[in-house]
């Protein structure tokens, strides 16, 4: 036993190892003695496969294998060697077989490749020969002939090969020596014989010990007592009715199937011809697996029979007699597969999420799949459920990928439950199924859109800063910052104002403000165009027009054109005394700023010196006499007019239009400011003597007028028709006059009027009627400063229309 120690220090020192590298079809194979410490290296994968070492890691190269109990084998992606990561025990993993070889695979991703690697594992001596018996008994009678041979039992190792056991010696003595039996193939079976005849009487026991040895380095052994009892003769030993048994077996049997029966028989009888049966040196695995009946011979099935584990089972069966003779049989069952695996799914490797701007065909996954059991009922049918943008595509051995066959939309589907359906071709067949969950990684490829195709804004005028107008709204289907709505104003310009200044937009709601206040009478409608912009990258946008238009509100007062505005001076008309009714005496001219009904004017006599002595028409502002003109009728008549707009609220303005019945001036005994009536009599002397120096440069004037109209053959006009010409300047700015629709009626021309008035009672002449007169078919455009130079900076009150000095 000492030596048998010493020799596994030796050998455990001095193991050989072979490495042995070649490439067939493409595969790597390598050879390595069991045995090895974990960490020990193979041989460097990715020198040997003409691979980078940074290409291990990019493509997440991996040792992978049919196995699912251990991993023998890994990688070091630092330097590419395979390396061995558990002990590897070749006796347990391939027992008595010749060759001993482990299948790996070396996984490469981007794309899929797998590289197979044939690892050979070479038996090392590390099992010394052991006997199934410590003691063998043996009763041979003192008859037996010189030469006669008794089989022993057989010595096992679990090494092969030369490290198997190769002989036998035995202690020496003067009557048995040891015989090495070679017809079995494969096997050295061990012999007793005889070679001097025994004398029961002189030695009735005798004690040997039997050594068996393998052809290991150093070399191992194993003993056993031989221990012979001289008897009287039984000599016939056992025979099998067949050297050799073979039974099938289906895998998973129940308990106590009878497998086969081994029959033997003895010629001797008695208790010479007495047999029992038993198991020679059984494996450890078997022992729970099958029962034999001592007496009838009969195997039964004991334990789980798995044809995954072993496809097939050789047994030893011992006969022996009942003085101890033994003769030998082997029992080969064949294990016979049933489809009891289901085949097993395996995700390797996922892409998740996937942008929805992947292209068809891009890979998403890898899966594996397996099944443990054999032939048909090992292969399997992979799918996947139909109407999904997938498709599974068998890639190398039992791998497939799983790639795209369309376009995805993350804003149609986010997230995809693909369910993986494997089949086996067994029957019944096996199934299983794996969910997979895929989610759509969103990008910016949808721009904000409008809800409308355009929006309009309607606000009234003098509106108060910071009012809403309308609201905006955009809806991007994209997640996150890509379906963030920003709103803002594109840059333009309104009456070559920066928009800005009219509107602002609430970059997050869409709500539209006014920054100022409008005014109607200066703009009456503006469009802008309103950005809607994602936070995506890059940033998608779209463009919506906004139309604001600005309500009339009525707050201008009727603006009286003509006559001119009380304070400053008055107009004074002369009427005939011969004027009969219907007579055309003057005319209120006034406009307003306002639009449509606001705009609408209404005249109306509010008081006059004779109320039926004249009348006015309500649309026109025409002043007409109702009857003749008496004798009796005062010479001086005063009326206020009052104008007012159609608004709601009805805003006004009144003036004071002075006529004098005379057919000359001549004829007016006193002329004053009869709007002054009441005023110091102090001031009658300088009316007076004002009127009189203004009528005498004014007749002047109008000869001098008649007489250059005549020599220009111009046709004369009368001094004085009884109509007032308006001046041009006292229109307000933008005013219109369209064929008598707006509020000036611009049929009438009229030449010259007379002023009177002011405090000073001078007279005030208006230059030129063809400068000042507009023709109905235009639209006058004063602006108001040219407005206030005529009226002489007068300062106007709404409320009444009338202008103070």
Known sequence: MSNTVSGLSFIHICVFIFLRL????????????????????????????????????????????????KRYFDINLSNGDLIVTQRIDRESLCDKKSTCVLKEELILENPLEIQRISIQVQDINDNAPEFSEGLISFEIRESAIKGAKFLLSEARDADIGTNAVQRYIVQHNEHFTININTEVPGRKQGELVLVKELDREQQSEIKLVLTALDGGTPQRSGTAVIVVTVLDANDNTPVFSKPVYKASLPENSPADS????????????????????????????????????????????????????????????????????????????????????????????????????????????????????????????????????????????????????????????????????AIDEGSPSLSSFKTIQLSVADINDNPPVFEEQSYSAYINENNKP??????????????????????????????????????????????????????????????????????????????????????????????????????????????????????????????DADSGQNAWLSYHIVKATD???????????????????????????????????????????????????????????????????????????????????????????????????????????????????IPGAYLPPNYADVDGTGTLRSAYNYDTYLTTGSRTSDFKFISSYNDNTLPADQTLKKSPSDFTDIVGGCDYSPEVGTFTK
Not at 31 to 56: F, P, R, W, Y
Not at 312 to 319: H, M, T, W
Request: proline share 5%; aromatic share 6%; charged share 20%.
């Open 22 to 69: 070649y490439f067939a079809n493409g595969d790597v194979s390598y050879t390595i003695a069991e045995e090895m410490k974990s960490g020990s290296v193979v041989g460097n994968i990715a020198s040997d496969l003409g691979l980078g070492i940074s290409t291990l890691s990019s493509r997440k190269a991996r040792i992978d294998t049919d196995r699912d109990d």
């Open 258 to 421: 009878i497998i086969v029966k081994v029959s033997a028989t003895d010629a001797d009888e008695g208790p010479n011809g007495e047999i029992t049966y038993n198991f020679d040196h059984m494996s450890n695995n078997y022992v729970s697996l099958f029962s034999i009946d001592q007496k009838t011979g009969e195997i039964k099935v004991k334990g789980a029979i798995d044809h995954e584990t072993d496809s097939s089972i050789e047994l030893r069966i011992r006969a022996k007699d009942g003085p101890g003779l033994t003769s030998y049989c082997t029992v080969m069952i064949d294990i016979i597969d049933v489809n009891d695996n289901q085949p097993t799914i395996s995700l390797k490797s996922l892409s998740n999420p996937i942008s929805e701007s992947a292209p068809p065909g891009t890979e998403v996954g890898i899966i594996n799949v397996q099944d443990r059991d054999s032939e048909k009922n090992g292969k399997v049918h992979c799918s996947i459920q139909k109407n999904l943008p997938f498709k599974l595509v068998p890639s190398i051995k039992n791998y497939y990928s799983l790639v795209t066959t369309g376009g995805l939309d993350r804003e149609l589907v986010s997230d995809y439950n693909i369910t993986i359906t």
């Open 466 to 591: 910071g009012s809403t107008l309308c609201s905006v709204s955009a809806q991007d289907p994209d997640w996150r910052q890509n379906g963030t709505v920003i709103y803002s104003l594109l840059p333009a310009e309104v009456n070559s104002v920066p928009v800005s200044s009219y509107l602002s937009v609430n970059g997050d709601t869409g709500v539209i403000h006014a920054v100022r206040s409008f005014d109607y009478e200066q703009l009456q409608s503006f469009k802008v165009h309103v950005m809607a912009r994602d936070n995506g990258s890059p940033p998608l946008s779209s463009n919506v027009t906004v139309s604001v238009f600005i309500s009339d509100v009525n707050d201008n007062s009727p603006q009286i054109l003509y006559p001119a505005p009380e304070g400053s001076s008055f107009m004074t008309e002369l009427v005939p005394k011969a004027a009969h009714k219907g007579t055309l005496v003057s005319k209120v001219i006034a406009v």
């Open 611 to 725: 109320p039926g002595l004249f009348v006015i028409d309500v649309h026109s502002g025409e002043i007409r006499t109702q009857r003749d003109l008496l004798e009796s009728d005062s010479m001086k008549q005063n009326l206020i007019v009052a104008v007012k707009d159609n608004g709601q609220p009805s805003l006004s303005a009144t003036c004071s239009m002075y006529l004098l019945i005379s057919d000359n001036l001549a004829e007016v005994p006193e002329l004053k400011d009869i709007s002054y009536d009441e005023k110091n009599s102090k001031l009658t002397s300088y009316l007076i003597t004002a009127l009189v120096s203004v009528s005498t440069f004014f007749l002047t004037f109008i000869i001098i007028i008649l007489g250059l109209r005549f020599c220009r053959r111009r046709k004369p006009r009368l001094l004085f028709d009884g109509a007032v010409a």
